[in-house]
């Protein structure tokens, strides 16, 4: 009997449910057709705007919250594979290694600490502020079927009293369903009447709380860590000190329209627009005078020093006019044969005898007899002059000053040639001592100008 009692008392709960959603549902329609009047409270829906829009802004501040957290935990994960790098490439011998150790350890622990007070301030404090909207979501839903409810209680209480034959029971059995509707809708009102505007100015507090303490902690965070980065500079700036002659120097990249060949790249005067300061890893200021004693200078001159002035610009190719004289100047003691000068009114082109000087494909002599004459070293291409002084930087390389000829000769390597730089042996030299081995060396081709 007592289960089929219950079984009775279920039944007739779900049959009262379903009445209820029957009686709303035809109270809402009967509402928008416009045929039943629907009780407004604009104060309390300005208060369901404010919250559904503080909900929002919750749940997106949480959602980069979390983004933020996981940012932090990848960087603390890059750092530490960064650090165990740094220890692994740190030779026993070298000083500071054990501080450098305990630095990276640090670092590590840093970074854990400031993720935890990150979850334990911030994020923690950013669920349980979001935690009570759901219940108040919730509420505010069931605020409004208790509306339709008392609205629909009111309408057909009102339908009974005026009707032409009044029912005094039903009437009656309308009004006190009528009083129980509004008492429910109406402590429902005034506890969210209460507590929607109090959980919306909330809002201000919070945000200055999350975002103090997440200030605060990020503020910390990166003394601490500049702490240990300075020790860290500490240990390096030691073990440079050491090994101060193996400073490692960052090198312009060449252009994409002259890479270069190799390791030497000449420096183009100072004032070029191609001029490529030094760039030096230890941010330190180069001495004055050039490199620091004892240190293994590379050979590209545009490293280390800045170049001489600007040259003067380049001569004109002679026009046809040119005259005669001019042409057999360049020539010495050369035989010249006479030359036919043409106006362009001619019908024949003007037969001009223009010397050809001997060039070069990676070093190797095309044309050219220089190689034959015993006053000239073997191989010899041209001569060229310098505009500017050159100060060598390596002991392959010829120290010029303005003025000095150099005899140009064919690199013994080809594969050795780097682009803008010649092999050569100053005049001066090779008539004093014709030892090409003891007295050739590399130059900038664009401190020199060619000469006949």
């Known amino acids: 009997m007592a289960e ?69 935990k990848a960087m603390h994960e890059a750092s530490k594979k960064l650090n165990e790098c740094l220890q692994e490439v740190y030779e026993p011998d070298w000083p500071g290694r054990d501080e450098a150790n305990k630095i990276a ?24 502020y979001l935690g009570q909207f759901p219940d108040i979501k919730s509420r505010i839903a069931k605020r409004g079927r208790k509306l339709v409810d008392y609205d629909s209680a009111r309408h057909h209480y009102e339908s009974l009293q005026t009707a032409k034959k009044k029912d005094e029971a039903k009437i009656a ?28 100015n909330s809002r201000v507090g919070f945000y200055v709380n999350t975002f103090q303490s997440i200030a605060g902690l990020e503020e910390n965070f ?43 790249s000449p420096s183009p005067p100072d004032g070029s627009p191609a001029a490529t300061p030094e760039i030096r890893v230890n941010h330190e200021p180069e001495p004055a005078g050039g490199a620091t004693p004892g240190a293994t200078l590379p050979k590209s001159p545009s490293q280390l020093r800045k170049g001489p002035p600007v040259p003067p610009p380049p001569k004109h190719t002679p026009s046809k006019e040119v005259k005669q004289e001019q042409i057999l100047s360049l020539f010495e003691d050369t035989f010249v ?5 043409t106006t362009p009114s001619q019908s024949s082109l003007p037969a001009v005898v223009v010397e050809t000087f001997p060039a070069t494909v990676n070093g190797t002599v095309e044309g050219g007899s220089g190689a034959g004459r015993l006053d000239l070293p073997p191989g010899f291409m041209f001569k060229v002059q310098a505009q500017h002084d050159y100060t060598a930087t390596d002991t392959d390389e010829l120290q010029l000053k303005a003025g000095d000829v150099v005899l140009v000769i064919p690199f013994q390597n080809p594969e050795e040639q780097d682009e803008g730089w010649l092999m050569g042996v100053k005049e001066s030299d090779w008539n004093q001592h014709k030892e090409l081995e003891k007295c050739r060396g590399v130059f900038p081709e664009n401190f020199t100008e060619r000469v006949p």
């Not at 209820?20 to 329609?29: D, G, H, N, S, Y």
């Not at 009447?193 to 959980?199: A, G, I, M, N, W």
């Open 173 to 200: 059995k309308a009004e006190e369903e009528l009083i129980k509707a509004q008492k429910v809708f109406e402590e429902m009102n005034v506890d969210l009447q209460e507590e929607l505007p109090s959980l919306w």
């Open 337 to 341: 044969p006479e030359i036919s000068v």
């Open 4 to 72: 089929m009692g219950s079984k009775g008392v279920t039944a007739g709960k779900i049959a009262s449910n379903v009445q209820k959603k029957l009686t709303r549902a035809q109270e809402k329609v009967l509402q928008k057709l416009g045929k039943a009047d629907e009780t407004k409270d604009e104060q309390f829906e300005q208060c369901v705007q404010n919250f559904n829009k503080q909900l929002t802004e919750g749940t997106r501040l949480q959602k980069d919250l979390r983004t933020y957290l996981a940012s932090v």
């Open 222 to 264: 990166h003394k601490e860590m500049s702490k240990l980065n300075q020790n860290l500079n500490d240990v390096l700036v030691g073990l440079e000190k050491q090994h101060g002659s193996n400073t490692f120097t960052v090198k312009a990249q060449p252009s994409d329209n002259a890479p270069a060949k190799g390791n030497k």
């Open 105 to 128: 350890e640090n670092n590590d622990l840093l970074w854990m600490d400031y993720h935890q007070k990150l979850v334990d301030q911030a994020l923690l404090t950013m669920d349980t």
